[in-house]
């Protein structure tokens, strides 16, 4: 075989070898980027000042003259109906975020939907923000999967979680949970997945608050 008709097998193996690259090199950033997207720890909520005092047990508190309001959350439910946090004021809001893609929040889905059903009685409403789901199918089968009975706003682009006030929440730490007091503030997060008696213990001081 001559040199020029040697020519085109190395060339088309060179090619071959750049496509694998390529294709290794893509799968790696994706396996990258959903281990950031969907994590079950962490502290930060990204910076700023929340007056947020660190818990031992990865649950962060604010003092009840230290916290912010929540910002505007409202819009459409992933089974189509309108909510408004707001119209939760007077009331103890539990808000967890969370995606039908994310493992650690089918760990604590049962356990959000076990303290849900105990404490709403009590003046207690569980909201959940569905984020990075593409569509709601998957975040509707989600729910009857786990027999989750709350609402949850449809939040795919997570353009509700940046409303927070920088430092809150990490857009990168899903699932993520956030207690609201009665006046519509901040009081208790975790941006971890919880366990029921975790649960427990972050909501049992704001429902006692007077």
């Known amino acids: ?9 190395r060339s088309n193996t060179t090619r071959r070898t750049r496509r694998r690259a390529a294709l290794l ?42 916290r912010t309001a929540v910002p505007d959350l409202s819009g459409e439910t992933v089974d189509g109906k309108q909510l408004d946090i707001a119209d939760y004021k007077g009331k103890v809001v539990v808000l967890n975020v969370w995606g039908s893609w994310c493992s650690p929040c089918r760990a604590e889905a049962k356990n959000l939907e076990t303290v849900y059903e105990d ?3 009590q003046g207690v409403e569980f909201v959940g923000i569905n984020t990075r789901d593409t ?67 972050m909501l049992a001081p704001v429902l006692a608050e007077k």
Do not use: H, W
Not at 1 to 9: D, H, I, V, Y
Not at 42 to 58: I, K, M, P
Not at 176 to 200: F, H, Y
């Open 1 to 9: 075989m001559s040199a020029a008709s040697r020519a085109p097998l």
């Open 25 to 66: 090199t893509a799968g790696a950033a994706a396996a990258a980027l959903a281990l950031t997207a969907c994590s079950s720890g962490g502290t930060s909520g990204g910076g700023g000042d929340t007056n947020f005092v660190a818990g031992s047990d990865g649950i962060d508190t604010v003092e009840k003259g230290d």
């Open 119 to 121: 404490t709403k009685d």
């Open 135 to 201: 569509s709601t199918g998957p975040a509707l089968a989600f729910e009857k999967e786990y027999g989750v009975t709350y609402p949850s706003l449809y939040d795919p682009t997570g353009k509700l979680m940046l409303r927070f006030e920088k430092g809150t929440l990490n857009p990168q730490a899903i699932p993520s949970t956030l207690v609201i007091d009665r006046d519509g503030k901040v009081a208790a997060r975790t941006l971890q997945a919880l366990s029921e008696d975790k649960l427990r213990d």
